[in-house]
Nanobody, 120 residues
Framework: QVQLVESGGGLVQAGGSLRLSCAASGSIFSVNAMAWYRQAPGKGREFVARITSGGSTTYADSVKDRFTISRNSAKNTVFLQMNSLKPEDTAVYYC??????????????WGQGTQVTVSS
């Protein structure tokens, strides 16, 4: 089965930077898009950033101009460069892959999450 594994989370002071990575493996026929979501304690899962197979990106307003999503398509790896981090960025960050399956359908896959904590 498809597996997504995030890494790069940790504790950082406000104003600092972190770079998250997500490696996808398994039976991924074709990736439509990869994205990052986050979930803070007591809150729902929130969209952060997305990159399509064509390289088009979109960001949540809360992270625009601070975060950058990129992808190494050959390695099915997505990155999230997070700069100027704020305490409100504290959350578990989840990698998402929207993929076309071998059988022609589409499926969303999720990683296990990586904790990002921004101290003030």
């Amino acid at each position: 089965q498809v597996q997504l594994v995030e890494s790069g989370g940790g504790l950082v002071q406000a104003g600092g930077s972190l770079r998250l990575s997500c490696a996808a493996s398994g039976s991924i026929f074709s990736v439509n898009a990869m994205a990052w979501y986050r979930q803070a304690p007591g809150k729902g899962r929130e969209f952060v950033a997305r990159i399509t197979s064509g390289g088009s990106t979109t960001y949540a307003d809360s992270v625009k101009d601070r975060f950058t999503i990129s992808r190494n398509s050959a390695k099915n790896t997505v990155f999230l460069q997070m700069n100027s981090l704020k305490p409100e960025d504290t959350a578990v960050y989840y990698c998402n892959c929207n993929a076309k399956t071998f059988l022609g359908g589409t499926k969303d896959y999720w990683g296990q999450g990586t904790q990002v904590t921004v101290s003030s």
